[in-house]
Protein backbone atom coordinates (compact mmCIF):
# COMPACT_ATOMS: atom_id res chain seq x y z
CA UNK A 1 0.00 0.00 0.00
CA UNK A 2 2.70 2.63 0.79
CA UNK A 3 4.43 1.67 -2.99
CA UNK A 4 0.97 2.67 -4.32
CA UNK A 5 1.28 6.13 -2.04
CA UNK A 6 4.24 6.77 -3.57
CA UNK A 7 3.46 6.52 -7.27
CA UNK A 8 2.99 10.04 -9.23
CA UNK A 9 -0.13 10.70 -11.15
CA UNK A 10 -0.99 13.78 -13.98
CA UNK A 11 -4.46 14.69 -13.78
CA UNK A 12 -5.59 16.77 -16.61
CA UNK A 13 -6.89 19.82 -14.97
CA UNK A 14 -9.25 22.12 -18.12
CA UNK A 15 -11.49 24.06 -15.56
CA UNK A 16 -14.36 22.43 -16.20
CA UNK A 17 -16.32 19.94 -13.72
CA UNK A 18 -15.35 16.56 -14.81
CA UNK A 19 -11.82 17.21 -14.79
CA UNK A 20 -12.74 18.79 -11.50
CA UNK A 21 -14.09 15.47 -10.00
CA UNK A 22 -11.40 12.97 -11.47
CA UNK A 23 -9.27 15.07 -9.80
CA UNK A 24 -10.92 15.11 -6.74
CA UNK A 25 -10.85 10.84 -6.74
CA UNK A 26 -7.03 11.18 -7.88
CA UNK A 27 -6.26 12.98 -4.64
CA UNK A 28 -8.01 10.66 -2.74
CA UNK A 29 -6.32 7.40 -4.39
CA UNK A 30 -2.51 9.21 -4.56
CA UNK A 31 -2.58 11.91 -2.48
CA UNK A 32 -2.05 15.64 -2.35
CA UNK A 33 1.95 15.46 -2.65
CA UNK A 34 1.43 12.66 -5.86
CA UNK A 35 -1.23 14.75 -7.70
CA UNK A 36 0.91 16.40 -10.77
CA UNK A 37 -1.83 18.95 -12.54
CA UNK A 38 -1.57 19.50 -15.98
CA UNK A 39 -3.89 22.45 -17.83
CA UNK A 40 -4.02 22.47 -21.77
CA UNK A 41 -4.54 26.58 -22.68
CA UNK A 42 -5.28 25.70 -26.22
CA UNK A 43 -6.46 28.94 -27.62
CA UNK A 44 -10.08 28.51 -26.88
CA UNK A 45 -13.24 31.43 -26.41
CA UNK A 46 -13.14 30.87 -22.47
CA UNK A 47 -9.30 30.53 -22.20
CA UNK A 48 -8.86 32.99 -19.43
CA UNK A 49 -11.46 31.84 -17.30
CA UNK A 50 -11.03 28.39 -17.86
CA UNK A 51 -7.27 29.02 -16.58
CA UNK A 52 -8.59 31.28 -13.99
CA UNK A 53 -10.62 28.17 -12.33
CA UNK A 54 -7.14 26.04 -13.33
CA UNK A 55 -5.38 28.81 -10.80
CA UNK A 56 -8.42 28.82 -7.95
CA UNK A 57 -8.01 25.01 -8.12
CA UNK A 58 -4.72 24.81 -7.94
CA UNK A 59 -4.65 26.83 -4.85
CA UNK A 60 -7.93 24.76 -3.01
CA UNK A 61 -5.37 21.68 -3.53
CA UNK A 62 -2.38 23.24 -2.72
CA UNK A 63 -0.56 22.32 -5.46
CA UNK A 64 2.88 24.10 -5.82
CA UNK A 65 4.75 25.20 -9.09
CA UNK A 66 6.80 22.50 -9.35
CA UNK A 67 3.74 19.77 -9.38
CA UNK A 68 1.73 22.14 -12.11
CA UNK A 69 1.98 22.84 -15.57
CA UNK A 70 -0.27 25.09 -18.11
CA UNK A 71 1.23 24.39 -22.03
CA UNK A 72 0.20 27.10 -24.14
CA UNK A 73 -1.99 25.41 -26.90
CA UNK A 74 -2.68 28.12 -29.08
CA UNK A 75 -1.09 27.64 -31.74
CA UNK A 76 -4.05 24.91 -32.93
CA UNK A 77 -6.28 28.26 -33.64
CA UNK A 78 -3.77 27.83 -36.71
CA UNK A 79 -4.77 24.70 -37.38
CA UNK A 80 -9.33 25.94 -37.48
CA UNK A 81 -11.81 23.78 -37.63
CA UNK A 82 -13.63 24.59 -34.68
CA UNK A 83 -15.93 27.15 -32.80
CA UNK A 84 -13.83 26.68 -29.78
CA UNK A 85 -10.44 28.03 -31.20
CA UNK A 86 -11.80 30.07 -34.33
CA UNK A 87 -13.62 33.45 -33.17
CA UNK A 88 -15.48 33.24 -36.67
CA UNK A 89 -17.60 30.17 -36.16
CA UNK A 90 -20.90 30.09 -34.11
CA UNK A 91 -21.18 28.39 -31.86
CA UNK A 92 -24.26 26.13 -32.18
CA UNK A 93 -26.95 26.48 -29.48
CA UNK A 94 -28.39 23.19 -27.55
CA UNK A 95 -31.51 21.85 -29.13
CA UNK A 96 -32.92 20.44 -26.66
CA UNK A 97 -33.47 16.69 -27.19
CA UNK A 98 -30.50 15.20 -26.67
CA UNK A 99 -31.83 12.02 -29.03
CA UNK A 100 -32.02 14.47 -31.59
CA UNK A 101 -28.67 16.04 -31.19
CA UNK A 102 -27.00 12.21 -31.21
CA UNK A 103 -25.64 11.73 -34.24
CA UNK A 104 -24.76 15.44 -34.55
CA UNK A 105 -20.96 16.80 -34.17
CA UNK A 106 -21.08 19.46 -32.32
CA UNK A 107 -19.38 23.18 -33.99
CA UNK A 108 -17.42 23.04 -30.67
CA UNK A 109 -15.23 20.11 -31.81
CA UNK A 110 -11.42 20.12 -32.23
CA UNK A 111 -9.91 18.10 -34.70
CA UNK A 112 -7.99 15.06 -32.39
CA UNK A 113 -8.31 17.42 -29.35
CA UNK A 114 -8.13 14.57 -26.85
CA UNK A 115 -4.84 13.06 -28.70
CA UNK A 116 -3.28 16.30 -28.50
CA UNK A 117 -3.37 16.58 -24.91
CA UNK A 118 -3.19 13.15 -24.06
CA UNK A 119 0.01 12.88 -26.03
CA UNK A 120 2.08 16.00 -24.56
CA UNK A 121 0.33 14.67 -20.96
CA UNK A 122 2.17 11.13 -21.88
CA UNK A 123 5.80 13.51 -22.66
CA UNK A 124 5.42 15.06 -18.98
CA UNK A 125 4.36 12.06 -16.98
CA UNK A 126 7.68 10.07 -18.84
CA UNK A 127 9.71 13.42 -17.41
CA UNK A 128 8.46 13.57 -14.09
CA UNK A 129 7.86 9.29 -14.01
CA UNK A 130 4.00 9.17 -13.67
CA UNK A 131 2.65 6.03 -14.08
CA UNK A 132 -0.92 7.20 -14.18
CA UNK A 133 -2.67 9.97 -16.47
CA UNK A 134 -6.20 11.29 -15.42
CA UNK A 135 -8.47 12.45 -17.25
CA UNK A 136 -12.55 13.02 -17.21
CA UNK A 137 -13.90 11.93 -20.17
CA UNK A 138 -17.14 10.96 -19.89
CA UNK A 139 -18.70 8.40 -22.40
CA UNK A 140 -22.49 10.65 -22.33
CA UNK A 141 -20.64 13.03 -24.18
CA UNK A 142 -19.61 10.58 -26.58
CA UNK A 143 -21.99 11.17 -29.33
CA UNK A 144 -20.35 14.49 -30.26
CA UNK A 145 -16.75 13.72 -29.35
CA UNK A 146 -15.56 10.22 -30.74
CA UNK A 147 -12.39 10.63 -28.32
CA UNK A 148 -14.50 10.64 -25.13
CA UNK A 149 -15.87 6.94 -25.94
CA UNK A 150 -14.23 3.38 -23.93
CA UNK A 151 -12.51 2.52 -26.87
CA UNK A 152 -10.64 5.14 -27.82
CA UNK A 153 -8.76 4.94 -24.21
CA UNK A 154 -8.03 1.29 -24.69
CA UNK A 155 -6.71 1.91 -28.34
CA UNK A 156 -4.52 5.17 -26.75
CA UNK A 157 -3.14 2.95 -23.57
CA UNK A 158 -2.01 0.48 -26.94
CA UNK A 159 0.05 3.96 -28.58
CA UNK A 160 1.47 4.43 -25.70
CA UNK A 161 2.65 0.94 -24.57
CA UNK A 162 4.36 0.76 -27.97
CA UNK A 163 6.02 4.29 -28.32
CA UNK A 164 7.07 5.34 -25.24
CA UNK A 165 10.38 3.89 -23.61
CA UNK A 166 9.06 2.36 -20.86
CA UNK A 167 6.16 0.33 -20.91
CA UNK A 168 3.75 1.58 -17.81
CA UNK A 169 2.02 4.69 -18.21
CA UNK A 170 -1.47 4.31 -18.11
CA UNK A 171 -4.28 6.49 -18.91
CA UNK A 172 -7.47 6.07 -16.60
CA UNK A 173 -10.49 7.64 -16.84
CA UNK A 174 -12.28 7.22 -13.62
CA UNK A 175 -15.93 9.41 -14.53
CA UNK A 176 -16.08 7.62 -18.11
CA UNK A 177 -19.16 5.35 -17.23
CA UNK A 178 -20.71 7.63 -14.81
CA UNK A 179 -24.12 10.31 -15.22
CA UNK A 180 -23.18 14.13 -15.46
CA UNK A 181 -25.43 13.63 -12.00
CA UNK A 182 -23.11 10.71 -10.65
CA UNK A 183 -20.39 12.70 -11.55
CA UNK A 184 -21.51 15.60 -9.46
CA UNK A 185 -22.40 12.90 -6.66
CA UNK A 186 -19.19 11.41 -6.49
CA UNK A 187 -17.49 15.19 -6.19
CA UNK A 188 -19.61 16.16 -3.61
CA UNK A 189 -18.44 13.16 -1.72
CA UNK A 190 -15.26 13.91 -2.23
CA UNK A 191 -15.59 17.61 -1.02
CA UNK A 192 -14.87 18.68 -4.91
CA UNK A 193 -15.04 22.42 -4.96
CA UNK A 194 -18.11 23.03 -7.81
CA UNK A 195 -17.78 26.78 -7.22
CA UNK A 196 -14.64 26.98 -8.86
CA UNK A 197 -15.29 25.21 -12.07
CA UNK A 198 -16.49 26.24 -15.33
CA UNK A 199 -18.53 24.70 -18.20
CA UNK A 200 -19.97 27.45 -19.79
CA UNK A 201 -19.10 27.79 -23.80
CA UNK A 202 -20.23 31.29 -24.07
CA UNK A 203 -19.62 33.63 -21.77
CA UNK A 204 -16.64 34.08 -19.24
CA UNK A 205 -18.59 35.84 -16.25
CA UNK A 206 -21.53 34.85 -15.68
CA UNK A 207 -22.60 31.12 -17.43
CA UNK A 208 -25.01 31.87 -19.98
CA UNK A 209 -27.27 29.01 -19.20
CA UNK A 210 -28.73 27.99 -22.21
CA UNK A 211 -25.29 26.57 -24.70
CA UNK A 212 -24.69 22.65 -24.81
CA UNK A 213 -22.77 22.64 -21.74
CA UNK A 214 -24.76 25.21 -19.43
CA UNK A 215 -27.95 22.93 -20.40
CA UNK A 216 -26.13 19.76 -19.46
CA UNK A 217 -24.47 20.96 -16.05
CA UNK A 218 -27.93 22.31 -14.96
CA UNK A 219 -29.56 19.10 -15.59
CA UNK A 220 -27.07 17.48 -13.76
CA UNK A 221 -27.24 19.45 -10.68
CA UNK A 222 -31.03 19.49 -10.83
CA UNK A 223 -30.80 15.22 -11.46
CA UNK A 224 -28.37 14.87 -8.42
CA UNK A 225 -30.76 17.49 -6.31
CA UNK A 226 -27.79 19.81 -5.50
CA UNK A 227 -27.49 23.56 -6.15
CA UNK A 228 -24.96 24.26 -8.52
CA UNK A 229 -23.10 27.01 -6.68
CA UNK A 230 -22.02 28.84 -9.68
CA UNK A 231 -23.97 31.98 -11.06
CA UNK A 232 -25.98 32.29 -14.12
CA UNK A 233 -27.69 34.60 -16.54
CA UNK A 234 -31.37 35.24 -15.81
CA UNK A 235 -32.94 34.44 -19.07
CA UNK B 1 -7.43 6.60 -61.21
CA UNK B 2 -8.51 9.93 -61.15
CA UNK B 3 -10.24 9.69 -57.81
CA UNK B 4 -6.82 8.51 -56.68
CA UNK B 5 -5.21 11.82 -58.05
CA UNK B 6 -7.51 13.89 -56.92
CA UNK B 7 -6.63 12.59 -52.90
CA UNK B 8 -5.03 15.05 -50.64
CA UNK B 9 -1.78 13.95 -48.38
CA UNK B 10 -0.09 16.23 -45.42
CA UNK B 11 3.57 15.38 -45.28
CA UNK B 12 5.02 15.77 -42.70
CA UNK B 13 8.89 17.29 -43.75
CA UNK B 14 11.34 17.82 -40.92
CA UNK B 15 14.31 18.72 -43.34
CA UNK B 16 16.04 15.46 -42.96
CA UNK B 17 16.29 12.83 -45.90
CA UNK B 18 13.80 9.93 -44.49
CA UNK B 19 10.76 12.83 -44.68
CA UNK B 20 12.75 13.89 -47.87
CA UNK B 21 12.41 10.79 -49.82
CA UNK B 22 8.68 10.17 -48.07
CA UNK B 23 7.43 13.26 -49.79
CA UNK B 24 8.88 12.44 -52.99
CA UNK B 25 7.41 9.10 -52.71
CA UNK B 26 3.71 11.26 -51.99
CA UNK B 27 4.81 13.32 -54.80
CA UNK B 28 4.99 10.77 -57.21
CA UNK B 29 1.50 9.33 -56.23
CA UNK B 30 -0.41 12.37 -55.86
CA UNK B 31 0.60 14.61 -57.69
CA UNK B 32 2.39 18.43 -56.76
CA UNK B 33 -1.19 19.50 -56.11
CA UNK B 34 -1.97 17.46 -53.62
CA UNK B 35 0.30 17.31 -51.38
CA UNK B 36 0.47 19.76 -48.01
CA UNK B 37 3.29 20.06 -46.09
CA UNK B 38 3.72 20.39 -42.86
CA UNK B 39 6.75 21.45 -40.71
CA UNK B 40 6.71 21.07 -36.57
CA UNK B 41 9.14 23.48 -35.05
CA UNK B 42 9.61 21.87 -31.75
CA UNK B 43 12.51 24.13 -30.61
CA UNK B 44 15.02 21.53 -31.29
CA UNK B 45 19.05 22.53 -31.43
CA UNK B 46 19.32 22.38 -35.23
CA UNK B 47 15.79 24.52 -35.44
CA UNK B 48 16.65 27.25 -37.83
CA UNK B 49 18.65 25.23 -40.22
CA UNK B 50 15.98 22.32 -40.43
CA UNK B 51 13.48 24.89 -41.23
CA UNK B 52 15.62 26.93 -44.07
CA UNK B 53 15.57 23.39 -45.30
CA UNK B 54 12.10 22.63 -45.25
CA UNK B 55 11.77 26.11 -47.10
CA UNK B 56 13.84 25.01 -49.54
CA UNK B 57 12.24 21.94 -49.90
CA UNK B 58 8.71 23.44 -50.21
CA UNK B 59 10.65 25.71 -52.80
CA UNK B 60 11.66 23.02 -54.97
CA UNK B 61 8.64 21.18 -55.40
CA UNK B 62 6.38 24.45 -55.84
CA UNK B 63 4.31 24.09 -52.84
CA UNK B 64 2.57 27.42 -51.90
CA UNK B 65 1.84 28.84 -49.24
CA UNK B 66 -1.77 27.72 -49.25
CA UNK B 67 -0.75 23.72 -48.61
CA UNK B 68 1.87 24.29 -46.45
CA UNK B 69 1.85 25.05 -42.54
CA UNK B 70 4.37 25.58 -39.94
CA UNK B 71 3.68 25.05 -36.05
CA UNK B 72 5.75 26.11 -33.41
CA UNK B 73 6.47 23.31 -31.10
CA UNK B 74 8.42 25.25 -28.81
CA UNK B 75 6.57 24.62 -25.81
CA UNK B 76 8.16 21.19 -26.14
CA UNK B 77 11.26 22.64 -24.21
CA UNK B 78 8.95 23.36 -21.28
CA UNK B 79 8.38 19.38 -20.44
CA UNK B 80 12.39 18.79 -21.29
CA UNK B 81 13.59 15.30 -20.74
CA UNK B 82 15.98 15.61 -24.20
CA UNK B 83 19.02 16.70 -25.73
CA UNK B 84 17.34 17.89 -28.32
CA UNK B 85 14.61 20.24 -26.82
CA UNK B 86 17.24 21.28 -23.70
CA UNK B 87 20.13 22.86 -24.42
CA UNK B 88 21.24 21.97 -20.63
CA UNK B 89 22.01 18.37 -21.83
CA UNK B 90 24.82 16.46 -23.64
CA UNK B 91 24.56 15.18 -26.85
CA UNK B 92 25.74 11.45 -26.85
CA UNK B 93 28.45 10.85 -29.56
CA UNK B 94 27.79 7.68 -31.75
CA UNK B 95 29.67 5.14 -30.51
CA UNK B 96 30.08 3.53 -33.73
CA UNK B 97 29.03 0.08 -33.17
CA UNK B 98 25.29 -0.58 -33.91
CA UNK B 99 25.08 -3.65 -32.14
CA UNK B 100 26.42 -2.33 -29.10
CA UNK B 101 24.10 1.13 -28.88
CA UNK B 102 21.11 -1.63 -29.46
CA UNK B 103 19.39 -1.13 -26.21
CA UNK B 104 20.69 2.29 -25.38
CA UNK B 105 18.07 4.91 -25.78
CA UNK B 106 20.02 8.00 -27.03
CA UNK B 107 20.06 11.32 -25.32
CA UNK B 108 18.28 12.84 -28.19
CA UNK B 109 14.55 11.16 -27.76
CA UNK B 110 11.97 13.65 -27.10
CA UNK B 111 9.09 11.61 -25.20
CA UNK B 112 6.39 10.63 -27.58
CA UNK B 113 7.55 12.82 -30.02
CA UNK B 114 5.75 11.18 -32.97
CA UNK B 115 2.74 10.92 -31.01
CA UNK B 116 2.95 14.77 -30.53
CA UNK B 117 3.65 15.71 -34.47
CA UNK B 118 1.27 12.90 -35.54
CA UNK B 119 -1.87 14.16 -33.31
CA UNK B 120 -1.27 17.93 -34.93
CA UNK B 121 -0.86 16.21 -38.40
CA UNK B 122 -4.49 14.29 -37.53
CA UNK B 123 -5.83 17.45 -36.73
CA UNK B 124 -4.50 19.23 -39.84
CA UNK B 125 -5.68 16.14 -42.07
CA UNK B 126 -9.34 17.04 -40.71
CA UNK B 127 -9.42 20.52 -41.44
CA UNK B 128 -8.09 19.89 -44.93
CA UNK B 129 -9.79 17.09 -46.17
CA UNK B 130 -6.57 14.58 -46.61
CA UNK B 131 -7.14 10.96 -46.34
CA UNK B 132 -3.05 10.29 -45.82
CA UNK B 133 -0.59 11.17 -43.69
CA UNK B 134 3.01 10.39 -45.16
CA UNK B 135 5.67 10.10 -42.48
CA UNK B 136 9.42 9.23 -42.85
CA UNK B 137 9.55 6.62 -39.95
CA UNK B 138 12.34 3.86 -40.18
CA UNK B 139 12.61 1.13 -38.64
CA UNK B 140 16.01 0.75 -38.43
CA UNK B 141 15.85 3.81 -35.96
CA UNK B 142 13.49 1.69 -34.03
CA UNK B 143 16.54 0.34 -31.37
CA UNK B 144 16.60 3.91 -29.92
CA UNK B 145 13.17 5.25 -31.00
CA UNK B 146 10.27 3.46 -29.73
CA UNK B 147 7.67 4.99 -32.31
CA UNK B 148 9.09 4.09 -35.24
CA UNK B 149 8.21 0.51 -34.93
CA UNK B 150 5.29 -0.62 -37.41
CA UNK B 151 3.37 -2.10 -34.41
CA UNK B 152 3.40 1.66 -33.19
CA UNK B 153 1.95 2.83 -36.53
CA UNK B 154 -0.20 0.16 -36.56
CA UNK B 155 -1.72 1.43 -32.79
CA UNK B 156 -2.19 5.21 -33.79
CA UNK B 157 -3.96 4.22 -37.13
CA UNK B 158 -6.37 2.89 -34.59
CA UNK B 159 -6.45 5.68 -32.48
CA UNK B 160 -6.99 7.64 -35.47
CA UNK B 161 -9.72 5.01 -36.11
CA UNK B 162 -11.37 5.67 -33.49
CA UNK B 163 -10.77 9.32 -32.44
CA UNK B 164 -11.51 11.17 -35.24
CA UNK B 165 -15.46 12.20 -36.65
CA UNK B 166 -14.90 10.39 -39.47
CA UNK B 167 -12.59 7.32 -39.92
CA UNK B 168 -10.24 7.85 -43.64
CA UNK B 169 -7.06 8.92 -42.33
CA UNK B 170 -4.63 6.51 -42.30
CA UNK B 171 -0.80 7.19 -41.42
CA UNK B 172 1.54 5.66 -44.04
CA UNK B 173 5.13 4.96 -43.40
CA UNK B 174 6.49 4.26 -47.38
CA UNK B 175 10.38 3.74 -45.76
CA UNK B 176 10.05 2.41 -42.64
CA UNK B 177 10.81 -1.06 -43.56
CA UNK B 178 14.39 0.10 -45.93
CA UNK B 179 17.60 0.01 -44.60
CA UNK B 180 18.85 3.82 -45.12
CA UNK B 181 21.11 3.38 -48.46
CA UNK B 182 18.12 2.01 -50.00
CA UNK B 183 15.93 4.98 -49.22
CA UNK B 184 18.93 7.13 -50.52
CA UNK B 185 18.23 4.87 -53.80
CA UNK B 186 14.94 5.65 -53.80
CA UNK B 187 15.54 9.35 -53.62
CA UNK B 188 17.84 9.23 -56.48
CA UNK B 189 15.21 7.39 -58.16
CA UNK B 190 12.84 9.99 -57.62
CA UNK B 191 15.52 12.93 -58.06
CA UNK B 192 14.78 14.06 -54.81
CA UNK B 193 17.07 17.36 -53.46
CA UNK B 194 19.33 15.54 -50.90
CA UNK B 195 21.30 18.42 -50.94
CA UNK B 196 18.51 20.16 -49.13
CA UNK B 197 18.35 17.72 -46.40
CA UNK B 198 19.77 18.34 -43.08
CA UNK B 199 20.74 15.12 -40.54
CA UNK B 200 23.49 17.09 -38.30
CA UNK B 201 22.57 17.21 -34.37
CA UNK B 202 25.48 19.58 -33.32
CA UNK B 203 25.97 21.65 -35.70
CA UNK B 204 24.02 24.06 -38.28
CA UNK B 205 26.57 25.16 -40.80
CA UNK B 206 28.63 22.60 -41.87
CA UNK B 207 27.30 19.18 -40.80
CA UNK B 208 30.09 17.44 -37.81
CA UNK B 209 30.21 13.84 -39.35
CA UNK B 210 30.61 12.40 -36.05
CA UNK B 211 27.23 12.78 -34.71
CA UNK B 212 24.73 9.68 -34.50
CA UNK B 213 23.03 11.15 -37.25
CA UNK B 214 25.92 12.35 -39.04
CA UNK B 215 27.70 8.92 -39.44
CA UNK B 216 24.04 6.71 -40.29
CA UNK B 217 24.12 9.14 -43.65
CA UNK B 218 27.31 9.14 -44.13
CA UNK B 219 27.38 5.38 -43.94
CA UNK B 220 24.17 5.01 -45.69
CA UNK B 221 25.42 7.45 -48.93
CA UNK B 222 28.92 5.25 -48.90
CA UNK B 223 26.86 2.01 -49.06
CA UNK B 224 24.30 3.29 -51.85
CA UNK B 225 27.47 3.96 -53.43
CA UNK B 226 26.31 7.62 -53.98
CA UNK B 227 28.42 10.89 -52.92
CA UNK B 228 26.71 13.03 -49.97
CA UNK B 229 26.30 16.59 -51.55
CA UNK B 230 26.43 18.01 -48.32
CA UNK B 231 29.49 20.09 -46.97
CA UNK B 232 31.21 17.91 -43.55
CA UNK B 233 33.68 19.28 -41.35
CA UNK B 234 37.35 17.77 -41.98
CA UNK B 235 37.72 15.94 -39.11
Not at 88 to 115: A, C, E, H, L, W
Request: include cysteine; charged fraction near 30%.
Amino acid sequence: MKEREKERAVVLVSGGMDSLVTLAIANEKYGQDNIFMLHLNYGQRTESKELQCFKEIVKHYKIPKSRRKIIDMSFLKEIGGSSLTDKKMKVTPFKGDKRKSKSIIPSSYVPFRNTIILSLAVAYAEVICAKKIYIGAVYEDSSGYPDCRPKYYKAINKVIQEGTKFTGIEVLTPVIYLSKDKIIAEGIRLKAPFKLSWSCYKSEKIACGVCDSCVLRLRAFDRAGVLDPIQYMKN
